[in-house]
């Protein structure tokens, strides 16, 4: 089985409206839950493949990252304890995310907010899809014989489920921040004053 970069990317293009986006079904969210059991033990390991991947597949992303945007070594980064550092802060949500998939209000709540804080990182929400591409790279290999299309396809859902939240989040943020440098600052009216 190849790598599915190209598969969740796609899929997350063809969910536009973040509002069509479902949480996973039942079984899936069994699958996900049962895999997670697996990777939970290798989650720095995975934190760190998953960003030093996604710097290899899309360089550009290294922008959003202060730390890492001059970095030319990639191999170098694998030791780097700021990636490692952010790697298992990544990993930490996926495993809030895990967790909430029976409290969808929670989870919904959750990935808004990260939407919103990814607003002021400047992150913009074209690259959400790209880390969840990663993860599912970065998984494969830790669950060997564990790992089947419908696994993979239990784990591409989350991602863009939990994506479009993020996408909803940003999008929300963004129409906020316009409106408070459109909206005319409160001065008192010199009239008035005494």
């Not at 069509?20 to 969210?29: L, N």
Request: proline letters at 5%; glycine letters at 4%; one cysteine or more.
């Amino acid at each position: 089985m190849g790598c599915a970069i190209s598969g969740l990317a796609a899929k997350a293009a063809r969910e536009e409206n973040p509002e069509d986006v479902a949480c996973p079904p039942e079984e899936q969210i069994h699958m996900i839950r049962e895999s997670w059991k697996v990777i939970r033990d290798d989650i720095a390991k995975v934190g760190i493949i998953m960003f030093v991947r996604l710097f290899e597949t899309h360089p550009e992303c290294k922008d959003v990252f202060f730390l890492f945007r001059d970095v030319e070594d990639l191999e170098g980064l694998r030791s780097s304890r700021e990636l490692r550092a952010h790697g298992l802060r990544v990993m930490s949500l996926i495993e809030k995310c895990v967790a909430r998939l029976d409290q969808q209000e929670r989870l919904e709540a959750l990935a808004v907010e990260l939407g919103k804080s990814h607003y002021h990182y400047n992150a913009p929400p074209k690259y959400y899809s790209y880390v969840g591409a990663e993860f599912i790279c970065a998984v494969q290999p830790i669950l060997k014989d564990r790992w089947t299309a419908e696994l993979e396809e239990a784990w591409k859902s989350l991602f863009v489920y939990v994506t479009s939240l993020m996408k909803r989040g940003y999008q929300e943020e963004s129409a906020r921040q316009r409106h408070l440098e459109n909206s005319p600052k409160e001065r008192p009216d010199k009239s008035t004053a005494l």
